[in-house]
Structure formats: C-alpha cells, structure tokens
C-alpha cells in the first residue's frame, strides 16, 4: 500500500526522534511522548502507526528499537540507493556535507558542476563531475535521486538532463519549479515560501497586526 505523502514525512522525523532517545539511553517511548516531541496528537501518532502495522505498545510504551526497525523496513529500500548532488556551490556543498553517513540506505555517490574550479575534484568527501558527463556517470555509479543546489535559470534545462539520464527522483532546492514526467517523483523545496509561511501564521497569531 502507497502511504500519504505527510505520513512519510511524519515517519522520517518520528525515526529521528526515535534515534535520539535509543543515543540518550530510551529504549521506550509512549505515543503521546513521541506526538509532543513532534507538536502533534498522540491519536495522530497512532494512527501513523497503526498504518505500517505498529501496534504493539506494551505498559512501557513502544519499544524504541523495535519501532527505529519498523519504520527502516518502510522508508529504505533493500539496497542503498545513490544520489547526486548538482550545483557545488553554497547549499549543494552544505547538503553533501550534512547528508553523507547520515543513513546506511542513501549515499552521495557523485556531484556535479560547471566551473572549471570544482570540477575533477573532490568536494565536500565526493568526486564532482562536469555536468555534460552526467549520463555517463549516472549510470556507471546507478544513481536513481538527484537533488538540484544549482542556479535558478539552470532547473529547467537539468529536469531534462535528469529525466534523459533515467534518474526516477528529484529534490529541487531552485526557485525555478521544474516540469519532468509524472514517472519520475519530484519534490520541490523553497526556502522563502517556508519562511514566508511561519512570518504568515506568526502575523496570524497577533490578530493580523504586528504592531505592539
Ligand atoms: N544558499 C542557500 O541558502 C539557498 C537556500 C535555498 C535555496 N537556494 C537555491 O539553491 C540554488 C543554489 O544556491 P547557492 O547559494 O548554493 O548558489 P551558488 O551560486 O553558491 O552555487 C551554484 C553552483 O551551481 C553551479 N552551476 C551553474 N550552472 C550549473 C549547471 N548547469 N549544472 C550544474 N551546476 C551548475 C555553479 O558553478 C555553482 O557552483 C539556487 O537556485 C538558490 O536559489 C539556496
């Protein structure tokens, strides 16, 4: 069964939290521990489980480990899956930086740019490419996710770059959103709407006015 897109979301941050306590010593969790950890109900984190099959809250709650491996099952693939970063710049070397090592199911196999500076050169731990050997080494690493760090105006011409090379997601950090067939998964993240959005309900929350 395909679950919503929020509750894989909601799977992602519960496995974080989850990894957290099992570092600081938790081994169980009740669902209302975990629902304000996350500033949601604990209905709304039963429900989440109850749809992957979780039910098994003893007296002491759920049991860390037991639910870290439940959701793994869910979120990973059997084999780790290889991403490629495009854009070396500003976010695209943060991104590799913070990513790699994070997740045993999920690798930064390469990156890519144009600047003579970064490419054939190792940054931020990996090989970065020019952009015209992208098929090429798409395939010789098997990658299957790319995530787009590079200039607005350059979106449009890589959706076509990605979707030529195979590539089945894409996570695009531009402020440009990109057309690409619906067989390929696309997720579109925008900083300024974020924050355009909290500045939004915080406004919202003073009676529309944030005048003291
Ligand atoms: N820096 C941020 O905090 C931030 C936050 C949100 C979104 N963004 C968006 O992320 C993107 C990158 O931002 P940045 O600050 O890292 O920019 P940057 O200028 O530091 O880096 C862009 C990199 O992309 C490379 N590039 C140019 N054309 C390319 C192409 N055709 N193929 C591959 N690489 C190419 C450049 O050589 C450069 O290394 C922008 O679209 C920006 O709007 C940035």
């Known amino acids: 069964m395909k679950l919503p897109e929020r509750t894989i979301e909601r799977l ?29 109900t604990a209905v709304q984190v039963r429900r989440d489980l109850m749809l992957i099959g979780f039910s098994s809250q003893t007296k002491k709650g759920y049991d860390v480990k037991e639910l870290i491996d439940v959701i793994g099952k869910i979120l990973d693939s059997s084999s780790a899956l290889n991403v490629a970063v495009l854009g070396m710049g500003n976010l695209g070397r943060a991104v590799t930086t913070y990513f790699n090592g994070k997740r045993s199911k999920l690798k930064i196999a390469a990156t890519f740019d144009v600047d003579s500076n970064k490419v054939d050169r190792v940054i931020s731990g990996v090989n970065c490419y020019h952009i015209r050997d992208f098929k090429t080494i798409v395939q010789r690493e098997n990658i299957t996710i790319a995530i787009i760090t590079s200039p607005p105006d350059t979106a449009k011409q890589l959706a076509e770059i990605l979707e030529g090379a195979g590539i089945r997601g894409v996570l695009n950090f531009t402020t440009i959103p990109i057309n690409i067939s619906s067989n390929v998964y696309l997720e579109e993240f925008d900083m300024i709407t974020s924050i355009e959005k909290v500045a939004y309900f915080v406004k919202e929350m003073n009676g529309g006015s944030l005048e003291k």
Not at 18 to 34: F, Q, R, V
């Open 12 to 40: 992602s941050t519960y496995r974080r939290t989850l990894l957290n306590c099992l570092d600081a010593g938790k081994n169980y969790i009740y669902s209302h521990e975990l629902a304000n950890l996350h500033s949601i």
